[in-house]
């Protein structure tokens, strides 16, 4: 479980770091644009696919902060009438659902990157169209270690209840 826990801190880290990065650039970049049109009526050629891009980017990572924070959409309409215990049961089995949806997400992303994305296509500073589209199945990836991480952790404290039930009980 502590293994768990420290695959989490640090990959939320690592994300969190890099979504400050490419907001801070993100917005450096929007900012330099207006000023450059405004005033100089020119602009970066670049900077507009670039910022496309960064949105994606900042969107996926979001969405992964959002995920770690169980801060996701989430309907939880039945758990409101469970038990305790048969609500972490419950949450698991969700959880799994979810990772399976991102499974199938980041394949379909895996998919779209290698087959329908250019090769050549150069965005810009020498970044390929591939390389900034990777982001699609790196963030679903990403969302579905944490939501695995979440099934396990409830499915552990599933048990942890059942047991201290027993307990109780007996």
């Known amino acids: 479980m502590n293994i768990l826990r420290l695959l989490n801190r640090v990959l939320t880290t690592i994300v969190s770091s890099f979504l400050i ?10 900012v330099t644009q ?5 005033i100089f009526h020119t602009g970066i050629i670049w900077g507009d696919i670039a910022a496309r891009y960064m949105v994606m980017w900042v969107g996926f990572m979001g969405a992964y902060l959002a995920t770690s924070e169980d801060r996701h959409l989430r309907i939880d309409v ?6 305790p215990g ?8 969700s959880d799994l659902f979810a990772a399976v949806i991102c499974y199938f997400l ?6 779209f990157v290698v087959l329908g994305m250019d090769e050549k296509a150069i965005l810009f500073l020498n970044l390929s169209q591939k390389t900034a589209g990777m982001i699609v199945p790196v963030g679903f990836a990403l969302m579905m270690i944490q939501f695995l991480i979440r099934m396990i952790e409830n499915i552990v404290k599933a048990l942890r209840h059942e047991s201290e039930t027993e307990v109780r009980a007996s």
């Open 86 to 93: 048969a609500r972490l049961w419950f949450n698991a089995f």
């Open 106 to 111: 980041m394949r379909a992303g895996w998919t």
């Open 78 to 83: 039945f758990t409101r009438f469970l038990k």
């Open 21 to 30: 990065l490419s907001l801070a650039i993100m917005l450096t970049m929007a």
């Open 34 to 38: 207006v000023l450059l049109r405004d």
